[in-house]
């Protein structure tokens, strides 16, 4: 039981330690009627005001192409974590995946990104 719980503390310890200063941890995809994806991001970021907040989310091909991009015009340090919509994304054919990441300024793209497989 021991091993169980360290390896456990272990884990959450590590998980942690990955943790960025803005962590893409869900999202949502939907087709709309045009062809184009909505995408409903949830971030949790840690900011701490006009001068240290997560400032944008992108969506990526699989490639690394960018395909959507988000500008977040005001620190959430009141709603953590919170979820933001980007409409009009256009995926190429043939890609079922993509990748979301969020940038913190003035950090960058330090933290968790999340792989999301398109519904079809």
């Known amino acids: 039981m021991s091993r169980v719980l360290t390896a456990a503390a272990l884990f959450l310890a590590t998980a942690v330690a990955l ?8 999202a949502k995809a939907a087709r ?33 192409k960018v395909l959507g ?9 009141d709603e953590q974590p919170f979820t933001r919509e980007l409409d009009g994304v256009r995926i190429p054919p043939g890609v079922d995946r993509v990748v979301i990441r969020a940038r913190h300024k003035p950090q960058g793209y330090d933290g968790k990104t999340l792989e999301l497989r398109l519904p079809r």
């Open 69 to 77: 991009r988000r500008v977040l015009l005001h620190p959430h340090e």
């Open 19 to 26: 943790a960025g200063e803005a962590d893409v941890i869900g």
């Open 32 to 64: 709309a009627s045009d062809g184009t994806w909505r995408f409903d991001v949830t971030i949790r970021s840690n900011d701490k005001g006009w001068d240290y907040f997560a400032d944008a989310f992108e969506v990526l091909a699989p490639d690394g």
